[in-house]
């Protein structure tokens, strides 16, 4: 499904703050980003840095305070249905309904989707195969560890096959296989034409995997553009030391990558 005029993601200037008590939190600022179709950019920022509140903005679950955002073409406020008619969207805290198998998951997801039972057992096919779910299908969620909890949502918000990804920590919590499964996954979306926005703290995913990474601190976007690109701007080799130079300020010596502390 394509949208309007434009696809993939644009952020402009957007800002949103929380409010604890009197004190204001601006958990963005004036932030702006592009993905394109085909396109896997990566969203780096130390805990805190404002990642979570700008996927939840994509994603429609929350409203900015000033600024634009759209996605596959289509407004994240005026349009927020068609918004999520064109996402798979994974966050951090994606429940899955404990007292549903995975089969009955995708079953319940896809018709609100409103596909066909057909495409619904054709996607199932592919995701569980892919994600190694079979052994699980028939057994409630509730009693699933957390990271096969995790795979099921993967697949879920990937069953309607939608053209933007926006996945918080996709792989956080998932062994190793798994891990390597949902970065391949997004590989292969991206060849696909998919546009992809992922967060991630694990610094060699992105390393491996992303065209281009923004780097987001204390709201702000740091830096963004190519490895090369950030390479060239900071003068570190390493995406640690960039990570480091662009968002804890400090600019480490050659050779000290792995010294310092952890890296997001
Ligand atoms: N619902 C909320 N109410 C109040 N403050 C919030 C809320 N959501 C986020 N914040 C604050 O906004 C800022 C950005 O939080 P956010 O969750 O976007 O960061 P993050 O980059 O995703 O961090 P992490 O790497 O820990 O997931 C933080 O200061 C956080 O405390
Ligand atoms: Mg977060």
Redesign the pocket.
């Known amino acids: 499904m394509s949208g309007p005029a434009g696809s993939g993601i644009e952020v402009r200037s957007v800002s949103r703050s ?3 008590g009197r004190e204001e ?1 601006r ?2 600022a004036d932030v702006s980003l592009t993905a394109h179709k085909g396109e896997v950019v990566g969203l780096l ?12 903005i994509l994603a429609t679950l929350l409203r900015p305070d000033s600024g634009s955002a759209r996605v596959n073409g289509y407004d994240v406020i005026e349009d927020a249905m068609e918004v999520r008619r064109s996402i798979g969207y994974l966050s ?1 805290r994606t429940g899955v309904y404990g007292r549903l198998t995975p089969l009955e998951i995708m079953d319940y997801f896809g018709s609100l989707h409103r596909m066909s039972p057909s495409m619904i057992a054709e996607r199932t096919e592919m995701l569980f195969g892919r994600f190694d779910l079979w052994k699980l299908a028939s057994l409630r969620c509730e009693e699933l560890s957390g990271g096969n909890q995790q795979r099921v949502s993967l697949a879920r918000a990937l069953l309607h096959d939608p053209p933007v990804l926006i996945l ?2 996709p792989t956080t919590g998932l062994d190793v296989i798994a891990a390597a499964t949902t970065i391949g996954f997004i590989d292969i979306s991206r060849d696909l034409g998919c546009c992809v926005l992922f ?1 991630t ?1 694990v610094l060699s995913e992105a390393e491996k995997l992303c065209d281009r990474i923004a780097i ?1 601190h204390e ?1 702000e976007i740091r830096a963004d553009g190519t490895l090369e690109e950030l390479r060239e701007r900071t003068g570190q080799r390493f995406l640690e030391d960039i990570f480091l130079h662009l968002a804890a300020g400090s600019v480490l010596q050659p050779g000290a990558s792995g010294q310092g502390p952890g890296c ?1």
């Open positions: 929380f409010w604890s939190i958990a963005l920022g130390p805990n805190g840095a404002g990642k979570t509140t700008l996927l939840r951090t918080d920590e967060s703290h987001l709201g997001a």
